[in-house]
């Protein structure tokens, strides 16, 4: 069975860093492209970035710059690095990976910026 459980997220000051994990399980994770998206209060999800198996990376347009996907192929962990945070990043951020046709998400971590 295929899992991702996160980790992470929690209070942080605009301009400061936080770093959300996600660990999987069930899947060849070496191979698989993993995706974090995250979902605004009374607003649609929203990628915010994507690493593919051999580590390429693509990013939304408004966290350039200050968010960073990496993943670790030992510990089947994938990472979401934000720095230089704004209010506007406060929301419920997922992980999600495309395996066999299926889609699996993580149960979400809530991300609070305040000032």
């Known amino acids: 069975q295929v899992r991702l459980v996160q980790s992470g997220g929690g209070l942080v000051e605009s301009g400061g860093s936080l770093r959300l994990s996600c660990k999987s399980s069930?899947?060849?994770?070496?191979?698989?492209?993993m995706e974090w998206y995250r979902q605004a209060a009374e607003k649609q999800r929203e990628l915010v970035g994507t690493i593919a198996g051999g580590g390429a990376t693509d990013y939304a347009e408004d966290v350039k710059g200050r968010f960073t996907i990496s993943r670790d192929n030992v510990r089947n962990t994938v990472y979401l690095q934000l720095n230089n945070v704004k209010p506007e990043d406060t929301a419920v951020y997922y992980c999600k990976t495309t395996w066999r046709g299926n889609d699996w998400w993580g149960q979400g971590t809530q991300v609070t910026v305040s000032g």
């Open positions: 069930g899947i060849n994770f070496r191979l698989a492209t």
